[in-house]
């Protein structure tokens, strides 16, 4: 049965509100442009610089695809050491129960926070290949990124 009273007089659905369909890696690049030099003065550890961003789009019938964009930027002494960039992408459905205004938060926040653990594991593996340090991107706070963005765009309007 897949919907039934649960004493509120709402019907309450089995459904589960969001499904992950897919997980995959939309598009992948890594590169040392100052190689091989640049592991001849490799004796400090990287600078590094990372930019995330999130990017939903609507497919139709509740199904989303979120990707979730990682770009490293590496550098010594002023030079780079390497960039990696990572379009890490899931197909989900969300349930038709959900409110209208929950469905920016789940795909903003939810959909990334499911996405990250997968994309922090393939940058780790792509820099330790690579040659250079490993390195392990720390848990990033989607929740808190997006209230900032809100009260940013707040300020601005």
Known sequence: MAADDN??????DDTPPLIVKAQYIKDLSFEIPGAPEIFRRLNAEP???VEIN???DDLGDGEFEV???VEVRA??????????ELKYAGLFELNSSIPEEYIG?????????????FARNIIASATSESGM????????DFNAIVQAQMLQGAGTA
């Open 54 to 56: 999130v990017q939903p």
């Open 75 to 84: 550098t010594v002494d002023d030079e780079t050491a390497f960039v990696a």
């Open 7 to 12: 004493g509120s007089g709402i019907e309450a």
């Open 67 to 69: 990707v979730l964009l």
């Open 47 to 49: 600078e590094i610089e």
């Open 133 to 140: 340090p490993p390195l392990m991107l720390q848990p990033i």
């Open 105 to 117: 938060s789940i795909l903003l926040v939810e959909c990334p926070r499911i996405l990250f653990p």
